[in-house]
Nanobody, 121 residues
Framework: QLVESGGGLVQPGGSLRLSCATS????????IAWFRQAPGKEREGISC????????WYADSVKGRFTISTDNGKDTVYLQMNNLKPEDSAVYYC????????????????WGQGTQVTVSS
């Protein structure tokens, strides 16, 4: 199971930290990705982290602003989002697949329910 939290309304330039609490599988044998979907747009892979091999990946649209991390003790994956822009507004989802990262949504077999992020003044 995956449960996202941490979304909300923030002004442009602000920050949010999303959390993805995981259960029912081994985090160290998983790739956990963050996707987002804005109204009328396709679901976009924006970041991913895996342990074996140790990998982090970011879409160009968020590189340098977002940071993905894992707390294995809490079985939680975080997405720190800084310098948020209005175009970052979307529903954010975390997803799980075995072992390796990919930005391709259909490759992920377990999804959370999503959390809304709105960037607006």
């Amino acid at each position: 199971q995956l449960v996202e939290s941490g979304g909300g309304l923030v002004q442009p330039g602000g920050s949010l930290r999303l959390s993805c609490a995981t259960s029912g599988f081994t985090l160290t044998s998983s790739a956990i990705a963050w996707f987002r979907q804005a109204p009328g747009k396709e679901r976009e892979g924006i970041s991913c982290i895996s342990s074996r091999p140790s990998t982090t990946w970011y879409a160009d649209s968020v590189k340098g602003r977002f940071t993905i991390s894992t707390d294995n003790g809490k079985d939680t994956v975080y997405l720190q989002m800084n310098n948020l822009k209005p175009e970052d507004s979307a529903v954010y989802y975390c997803a799980r697949r075995p072992w390796t990262c990919t930005p391709v949504a259909p490759a992920y077999t377990l999804w959370g329910q999503g959390t809304q992020v709105t960037v607006s003044s």
